[in-house]
């Protein structure tokens, strides 16, 4: 199977743009342009130069000898937790200001949930000297509190998002509203594989470094390039597109998916959408996410401030729909657990979301000899109350 993008913005049954009326040109221009635009030279070397003396790439991929031992397999840790602004997310941000910069945009508007991709818009805004607002629903900004003040600090405008459940689909809902109200000067830089078209394969182009690293670290580790597994946590799914993309087509390389399953993928408290999500749009793409009768999305719940999105992005229901990955829906005990373990295991502290893909060492057994790579995709300074209170530390 195929599994990159299709010219009209599809992967299999899922994807396209379904957008206003009022977007249409921006988004039309973006689809015709953004592939050339982006492999120019002189973007390429732009944004190699960032990755590499801005964000701190390549980021280390570390055998952690404290899992290994504890779960009798070879396990890997890619440490995108080591990245500036402390996850993923900079990737991402650091293509799309360069994009925006090339298509005379002087004001970017992004979302936020865990606080992380609004860390690194402001960031990259900051360098480049745009103007940035960036939208979070007011429950996860109670609950992020130190990443808006990162992102206050770094000269964003954070907008809460007083609607629904307060939490990442409001503030995506109020992101798409003021860019549909200002067209002409914003960029919108999404923050995951969701989305219209052109944005999740946009997305997926600039976090497939990781996974371009990933190949050639284990090389020289283990003498291949590919693991036998990789797992990575996903809510919208940047971080895991980022890890899964230079294997997508890889059948050799199994690839596990950890969603937030809340207190449980059979009750009305869970983001778990593999096992209860249905097509419909949601955003401008059309995917799997959790809906009432109507077809509205439904609140979605996890202690993941990242992970309680209703749904995911295109790719991922074509991977599900194709059997290309396997789905676990991590409660949040066991996800918080997780983390912990690896504080105590490997003297690092991770963030929630990423804790959700180490709680799959717990429940799938590997071989002896097989390599299983986890994609840090964050580092847990912004959770550390959330443990604290959860623990009673």
């Known amino acids: 199977m195929n599994y990159q993008v299709d010219q009209n913005g599809f992967y299999g049954n899922y994807g396209g743009a379904f957008i206003p009326e009022a977007l249409s040109p921006i988004i039309t221009k973006l689809q015709n ?45 890619k440490r995108e937790d080591l990245c500036h602004t402390g996850a993923h997310k900079i990737n991402n941000t650091i293509g799309q200001i360069l994009l925006a910069k090339k298509l005379g945009k002087n004001k970017i508007v992004a979302e936020t949930g865990a606080g992380q991709h609004g860390v690194a818009t402001a960031t990259v805004c900051a360098l480049m000297g745009m103007e940035c607002i960036v939208y979070m629903g007011a429950l996860d900004i109670a609950r992020q509190a130190p990443n808006v003040a990162r992102m206050k600090m770094l ?102 998916v950890a969603e937030g399953g809340g207190e449980g993928a059979d009750t009305d408290k869970t983001a778990a959408t593999s096992y209860v999500g249905k097509p419909g749009v949601l955003h401008g793409s059309k995917t799997l996410f959790m809906q009432d009768e109507q077809g509205e999305p439904l609140e979605a719940y996890s202690v993941s401030a990242g992970l309680d999105y209703p749904g995911f992005g295109p790719l991922y229901a074509h991977m599900k729909e194709q059997n290309r990955a396997e789905f676990y829906a991590i409660k949040d005990d066991e996800a918080m657990q997780a983390g912990l373990n690896l504080c105590k295991d490997e003297g690092i502290i991770p963030a929630i979301e990423s804790s959700h893909a180490l709680a799959v060492l717990e429940q799938r057994k590997f071989k002896e000899d097989d390599i299983v790579v986890i994609n840090l995709s964050g580092r847990g300074d912004k959770d550390l109350d959330n443990y604290r209170s959860y623990f009673n530390f």
């Open 33 to 77: 342009e953004y592939v050339q635009i982006i492999q120019e030279p002189s973007f390429q070397k732009e944004m190699e130069e960032l990755l590499k003396d801005y964000v701190g790439r390549p980021t280390p991929l570390y055998f952690a000898k404290g899992l290994s031992k504890k779960y009798n397999t070879k396990v890997y840790l």
């Open 155 to 256: 000269g964003a405008e954070v907008r809460a998002a007083e609607s629904g459940a307060k939490t990442l689909k409001e503030a995506v809902d109020e992101a798409l509203m003021y860019w549909v109200e200002n067209p002409d000067d914003t960029f919108y830089l999404i923050g995951s594989a969701v989305g219209p078209h052109p944005y999740p394969d946009m997305v997926s182009r600039f976090q497939s470094v990781i996974s371009k690293e990933i190949r050639k670290q284990l090389l020289e580790k283990e003498g291949k390039e590919e693991p036998d597994y990789i797992i990575a946590c996903v809510g919208g799914g940047s971080n895991a597109v980022g890890a899964f993309y230079h294997f997508l087509e890889d059948n050799n390389v199994k690839l596990i």
